[in-house]
């Protein structure tokens, strides 16, 4: 293997850390979810689940990273030396392979979306006419298709660099970006009138709303948003500093996180009640509801080409986490040059990615389970494979690994977080996996 590679500073690790785990999910999920749960009442939910539940994890697969020093599946073999949990690592880079497949077709429609903006294409358009395009678009099949691939080559145009040169240096200049970006957006959209009303929204809780299903979303939501439950967080975490403080570093990334769900929310909300546009219209929000309200306020068409390329921003600084899974897997695993590793990701994305986006075009015969593939992948990645996949990731951080070497792990050699530990492990063992349970229950609708 090549020498070992690794970030180079503080700010240089959160920004790498915080550009996996913000995006679509953070910009198009967390939106509509919170629109469709009660908003604010989702947004307290989220942010303790967050950091109860699912931040816990991510220390663990940060300390399984760094201890094992290799990728998911590298990493948990080396550490716990069985065939059998090291094979929860194939299972986590496998699921990052699904993911990268639908997550690069709806990168590819907002760089679709970018491209029309530049055109000015959204002016005066409704809703329906929005929704005509998109599905003209997704029947056409050759558009997604293109636009998926590009994405998938700017990705790897950034992996290839390798983790200092590439990685690191390109999240730290489009992360304050996409942030400078999105804050401007929201001052911008608060100030519509009207835009207050989408503010309480979003920060006045309705306690009533709160119920056990809201909970479940939220985890779920969590999961998938902190990038959590499926090696990306074990693959990055082999390159955090020996030295580093792992519960600050975790506290600064979902701080990120919560953040920018925040952030879009207040860009978002408000807008979406300026117009008297119902705010659960669910995933279509960001491609349907808001061209059509950039089609119709003063100034919509700078605002709309600052929008779509903050959300490339934000998607490319994920999917680069996501491809590193798997470049990180072939390239230590089958000792391949950085270069090799990459192109055979490339070209097992283009198959995947292509097949995902031609399986939404009507008629299409890429079918499973009378599913198209992209709901096939993006349900069975959320519902089924990353509840268990963080499952086993956790049981295998609290109840398999030397209590001693992961103690010594998680604390820095005793150096951090020492007070803070045992109720660490106390969550790690119990409340974790308990409630990882329960979303799967909840998922298959069981409970
Ligand atoms: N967290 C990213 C988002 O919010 C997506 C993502 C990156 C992800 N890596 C992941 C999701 C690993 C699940 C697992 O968009």
């Given at each position: 293997m090549s020498k070992k590679e690794?970030?180079?500073?503080?700010?240089?690790?959160?920004?790498?850390?915080?550009?996996?785990?913000?995006?679509?999910?953070?910009?198009?999920?967390?939106?509509y979810l919170a629109g469709e749960n009660g908003g604010a009442a989702f947004l307290l939910v989220y942010f303790f689940v967050s950091f109860l539940i699912v931040v816990p994890l991510m220390i663990a697969e940060f300390g399984i990273g760094?201890?094992?020093?290799?990728?998911?599946?590298?990493?948990?073999?080396r550490l716990t030396g069985s065939k059998y949990w090291s094979k929860v690592g194939y299972f986590g880079i496998l699921v990052c392979f699904f993911i990268i497949s639908f997550y690069s077709v709806v990168a590819g429609w907002a760089l679709d979306f970018l491209c029309e903006a530049v055109m000015g294409s959204f002016k005066g358009v409704t809703a329906e006419v929005m929704r005509q395009r998109m599905d003209g678009f997704i029947a056409d099949g050759s558009g997604s298709v293109a636009w998926a691939l590009l994405f998938i080559l700017a990705t790897a145009a950034i992996v290839v660099l390798g983790v200092k040169k590439g990685?690191?240096?390109?999240?730290?200049?489009?992360?304050?970006?996409?942030?400078?970006?999105?804050?401007?957006?929201?001052?911008?959209?608060?100030?519509?009138?009207n835009g207050a009303e989408g503010v309480r929204f979003l920060f006045k809780p309705d306690f009533g709303k709160i119920n056990g299903h809201v909970i479940?979303?939220?985890l779920g939501q969590a999961f998938f948003s902190l990038s959590v439950g499926m090696g990306t967080m074990v693959t990055y975490g082999a390159y955090i500093k020996k030295s580093e403080?792992?519960?600050?570093?975790?506290?600064?990334?979902?701080?990120?996180?919560?953040?920018?769900?925040?952030?879009?929310?207040?860009?978002i909300f408000p807008a979406v009640f300026s117009f008297g546009i119902n705010p659960t219209s669910g995933p279509d929000l960001?491609?349907?509801?808001?061209?059509?309200?950039?089609?119709?306020?003063q100034g919509g068409y700078v605002i709309s080409i600052v929008f779509f390329f903050m959300v490339f921003l934000a998607a490319i600084t994920s999917s680069i986490s996501i491809f590193e899974v798997l470049a990180a897997f072939l390239l230590q695993e089958f000792n391949l040059k950085r270069r090799t590793a990459v192109i055979w990701v490339i070209l097992a994305l283009i198959v995947s990615s292509s097949a995902t986006a031609?399986?939404?075009?009507?008629?299409?015969?890429?079918?499973?389970?009378?599913?198209?593939?992209?709901?096939?992948?993006?349900?069975?990645?959320?519902?089924?494979?990353?509840?268990?996949?963080?499952?086993?990731?956790?049981?295998?951080?609290?109840?398999?690994?030397?209590?001693?070497?992961?103690?010594?792990?998680i604390t820095t050699h005793g150096k951090y977080g020492v007070r803070l530990y045992p109720y660490y492990l106390f969550m790690l063992k119990?409340?974790?996996?308990?409630?990882?349970v329960l979303l799967f229950l909840n998922q298959i609708r069981i409970i």
């Open positions: 690794s970030f180079g500073s503080r700010f240089g690790t959160i920004a790498a850390l915080g550009g996996s785990v913000v995006g679509l999910g953070n910009i198009w999920r967390f939106p760094r201890r094992g020093g290799h990728n998911v599946f590298g990493s948990l073999s990685i690191e240096r390109y999240t730290k200049i489009m992360m304050p970006m996409m942030v400078l970006l999105l804050i401007g957006l929201s001052v911008y959209s608060i100030l519509l009138p479940l979303v939220a403080n792992l519960f600050k570093v975790a506290t600064a990334v979902s701080l990120s996180d919560f953040s920018v769900a925040v952030l879009s929310g207040l860009v960001i491609f349907i509801t808001l061209p059509q309200i950039f089609g119709q306020m031609l399986s939404m075009v009507p008629g299409s015969s890429l079918k499973l389970f009378g599913y198209n593939l992209f709901d096939l992948l993006n349900d069975a990645s959320s519902i089924w494979m990353l509840p268990l996949s963080a499952f086993l990731m956790t049981v295998i951080a609290a109840w398999v690994l030397d209590k001693k070497l992961f103690r010594e792990e119990y409340i974790v996996p308990v409630t990882i």
